[in-house]
């Protein structure tokens, strides 16, 4: 406790930077009411200045179109595809089937070299639906992030 006392002096405390970290949860539920037909739908926002650390998708209740053709991808403004390509939810992998959490392609690791930077504006976050219209399904989208001003 002494060596830890001598080393967090008053010079040392305030060199530290602490993060501020936060999660955002984004939810997309076609079987409660939001639209499945094609088109973008916003989820909401992240702030200017975030910096994503970890994002990671967990399919509640499974996508189902006519024919299963539908795709779905998850980003925001910009970047359509930055959370997943449009994957259509026939995928041998069932990437939009109800099962447990799955890593997204952004930072998918929480290594250092793949956060990802916003910049100077906030960004709407966003579920892009095309070919078919969806009929059934749920999924949250999970964002930690932190803000660097």
Do not use: C
């Amino acid at each position: 406790m002494e060596v830890l006392r001598g080393f967090l002096n008053s010079t040392t405390m305030a060199n530290i930077t602490y993060l501020d970290n936060r999660r955002q949860v984004f939810t997309y539920d076609v079987s409660g009411g939001d639209s499945g037909t094609a088109g973008t739908k916003v989820l909401g926002r992240l702030p200017a200045n975030a910096v994503i650390t970890q994002a990671w998708i967990h399919v509640l209740t499974t996508f189902t179109s006519a024919t299963d053709a539908a795709t779905i991808a998850l980003g925001y403004t910009g970047t359509v595809g930055a959370f997943d390509a449009a994957i259509a939810i026939s995928n041998g992998g069932n990437p939009w089937d109800d099962a447990a959490p799955r890593v997204s392609d952004v930072a998918a690791d929480a290594a250092v070299g793949n956060f990802v930077e916003i910049g100077t504006s906030e960004v709407e976050v966003l579920a892009t639906v095309a070919t078919e219209t969806l009929t059934t399904g749920k999924l949250l989208l999970v964002v930690d992030y932190y803000i660097a001003d």
